[in-house]
């Protein structure tokens, strides 16, 4: 069972425009991760947010964890090609150490 | 260099044979898991390892065994594998438990079982 699903499954844009990518799920996270991951690569993280509604920015990235802590979103602002990659949060349930990930978002950013 | 080593980076391999793929951290870390990689599925945590001799299953446990005699070594084991274990796999390693500390992830290690 897919706990965490993602959308926009694919993206491709064009430079410098804005996107958002969104996490959502019908279960509680203690907390939520974003990372991302490029070809040939494992993924790396990007943020971890733990409080419902907190909003973290990681330069032209912005993250937000829901009020009720069962979504999130990533917002591109002005996307550059070095932004290209596999988009995937991962959220924790209660205090298990399972870490749940997402579906994937696979973003394009072309010149 | 603090990292997470996956060997074979690349195996192709019959049903039925035996197979592991080895998992090493240098960083001294309590966590360490694995993932299996498909398309349109994102990754799927197959066991996990709070510590030595501790481990528990994740969500796709069947057909897989972990052992963890050493703090840094965590390897996969497949006992009799099958074509849908097919799969890019990923081990990572962290401080701690999940959730609030990064997940270091090894370079990944692409099985083909024909």
């Known amino acids: 069972t897919q706990l965490l699903e993602q959308s926009p499954q694919f993206l491709s844009i064009q430079e410098g425009e804005n996107l958002t990518v969104y996490c959502n799920s019908s279960?509680?996270?203690?907390?939520l991760q974003w990372y991302r991951q490029e070809p040939g690569e494992g993924p790396v993280l990007l943020v971890t947010?733990?409080?419902?509604?907190e909003v973290k920015k990681l330069k032209r990235l912005t993250f937000q964890f829901g009020d009720a802590r069962k979504d999130s979103s990533l917002h591109i602002t002005a996307a550059q090609p070095g932004d290209t990659g596999l988009y995937l949060c991962a959220g924790r349930t209660g205090g298990g150490n399972k870490l749940t990930f997402g579906t994937g978002t696979q973003l394009k950013v072309e010149l | 260099e603090a990292q997470v080593t996956q060997n074979p980076r690349y195996l192709i391999t019959v049903t039925g044979k035996k197979l592991t793929v080895t998992c090493s951290q240098n960083?001294?870390?309590?966590?360490m898991s694995w993932y299996r990689q498909d398309p349109g599925l994102g990754l799927r945590q197959i066991y996990y390892?709070?510590?030595?001799?501790?481990?528990d299953k994740g969500d796709v446990p069947e057909g897989y065994k972990v052992s963890r005699k050493e703090k840094r070594n965590f390897p996969l084991i497949l006992e009799s594998p099958s074509p849908n274990q097919t799969s890019l796999y990923f081990c990572?390693?962290?401080?701690?438990?999940?959730?609030?500390?990064?997940?270091?992830f090894g370079d990944g290690t692409r099985l083909s079982i024909l």
């Open positions: 390892s709070m510590n030595v001799e501790v481990t």
């Open positions: 960083m001294n870390h309590e966590y």
């Open positions: 947010v733990v409080t419902g509604g």
């Open positions: 990572a390693s962290s401080w701690g438990g999940v959730g609030n500390q990064p997940q270091h």
């Open positions: 279960s509680v996270f203690s907390s």
